[in-house]
């Protein structure tokens, strides 16, 4: 059964970073397009940013934009998020998502991560 756990999260101040992990159990980590999605409180679960098998494609949605980074480590079965700039309105809980395809990744479908807190206070 595909197993995702994020870490990382947890609380800061505005204008500070964190980096999020999603490790993902398997042999077969290289094979799936990986992305995160976050959700904050009383709003829809949003695109944050996404990437390809072997990192040659990266989408990022608008409002992170040369804040964040994605990035992954296929012979760690792990993928990254460097959050820089943050700020309050990022606090949200932040899942990791895998699917072959990438465009199934775009779009929201494909395995969950339970998620985990990012909290930016001002």
């Known amino acids: 059964q595909v197993q995702l756990v994020e870490s990382g999260g947890g609380l800061v101040q505005a204008g500070d970073s964190l980096r999020l992990s999603c490790a993902a159990s398997g042999r077969t980590f290289s094979s799936y397009a990986m992305g995160w999605f976050r959700q904050a409180p009383g709003k829809e679960r949003e695109f944050v940013a996404a990437i390809s098998l072997s990192g040659g494609r990266i989408y990022y949605a608008d409002f992170v934009k040369g804040r964040f980074t994605i990035s992954r480590d296929n012979a760690k079965n792990t993928m990254y998020l460097q959050m820089n700039s943050l700020k309050p309105e990022d606090t949200a809980v932040y899942y990791c998502?895998?699917?072959?395809?990438?465009?199934?990744?775009?779009?929201?479908?494909?395995?969950w991560g339970q998620g985990t807190q990012v909290t930016v206070s001002s």
């Open positions: 998502v895998r699917d072959h395809a990438f465009d199934t990744v775009l779009a929201g479908l494909g395995s």
